[in-house]
């Protein structure tokens, strides 16, 4: 920036990982970019970044490290607990820059959630060599309904981020949970406790009955709220129909709905949920 006003920006490129430490212990705020990408016929053999090296480095010469990210899914983020914040893009098209600008500079509160897991180390879920890479040209996907989140969930293992994680420049406060069977419903208060306008993405994870053989909690719903500003609330809806409490059976080729106590659960993610209750049918 030749703007004195707006401050001073040092560009250094990522490989010179000397002149960038420097550049960072000299700094107010270091901004680390990388970032990988894989296409059709052409995977990414790991999930590793190129940079974490660099990272360490520069988080360890600066405490406002940010690092942003762009990967078309999940990787692994070593450095994740050494770093201020993680702007993670995903694959953000010719706006990036735009974007990211608006993010970083507050001039748009986030409310983008993952719509993966990222794992804390490569093959954390265990593939076998059959199902990844496979063997002979042929794969087997016969890890079941344990995929995703779901198989963090059934393990009892905490992931570096959880699917559906996402933060914010304000707060957001869960309340006035009310399950109404007969109407098939499931509302809920969300109110902005922080002290700037922002949109909430609240979600709906059920839990089967235990002999269901169905994952300790299933996504089941989404909403994002319009902006909310310093204490305005909203209330959040969702609706359950008879698909929702079935599963799927092999024998008769069709939905299932099953019997019983299911939990409710809505939250910020798989792994923080803010109001609980019981549905029965």
């Not at 680390?32 to 590793?48: A, C, I, Y």
């Amino acid at each position: 920036c030749n703007s004195p006003a707006a401050g001073n920006v040092t560009y250094v490129p990522s490989g010179d990982i000397r002149s960038a430490v420097e550049a960072a212990r000299a700094a107010d705020v270091a901004i680390v970019f990388t970032g990988t990408t894989s296409s059709e016929g052409s995977d990414r053999t790991s999930l590793e970044l190129p940079d974490d090296e660099l990272i360490f480095n520069v988080a360890e010469a600066n405490k406002n490290t940010v690092v942003v990210v762009q990967t078309p899914g999940a990787v692994i983020l070593p450095w994740k607990d050494e770093v201020a914040a993680i702007v993670n893009q995903f694959m953000s098209g010719q706006e990036s820059g735009n974007g990211l600008a608006d993010v970083l500079f507050g001039k748009v509160n986030p409310s983008g959630r993952l719509p993966i897991t990222f794992p804390n180390y490569e093959n954390e879920v265990g593939f076998t060599e059959k199902q990844w890479p496979g063997i002979d040209l042929e794969a087997d996907y016969d890890e079941g309904l344990f995929i995703g989140y779901r198989f963090y969930d059934q393990h009892g293992i905490t992931p570096a981020f959880p699917f559906g994680h996402g933060l914010s420049y304000t707060r957001f406060a869960y309340s006035a949970l009310e399950i109404h069977e007969d109407y098939g419903t499931v509302a809920f208060t969300v109110t902005n406790t922080g002290s700037v306008p922002g949109a909430e993405v609240a979600q709906l994870y059920l839990g089967f009955p235990s002999g269901a053989g169905e994952p300790p909690f299933v996504l089941r719903g989404f909403e994002k709220t319009a902006e909310l500003k310093p204490s305005q609330a909203a209330q959040v809806t969702f609706t359950l129909t008879e698909e929702e409490f079935s599963v799927w059976n092999t024998q008769l080729h069709g939905w299932r709905a099953i019997p019983g106590d299911f939990k409710i659960a809505v939250g910020a993610s798989s792994r923080d949920f803010r109001l609980k209750g019981t549905w029965t049918r």
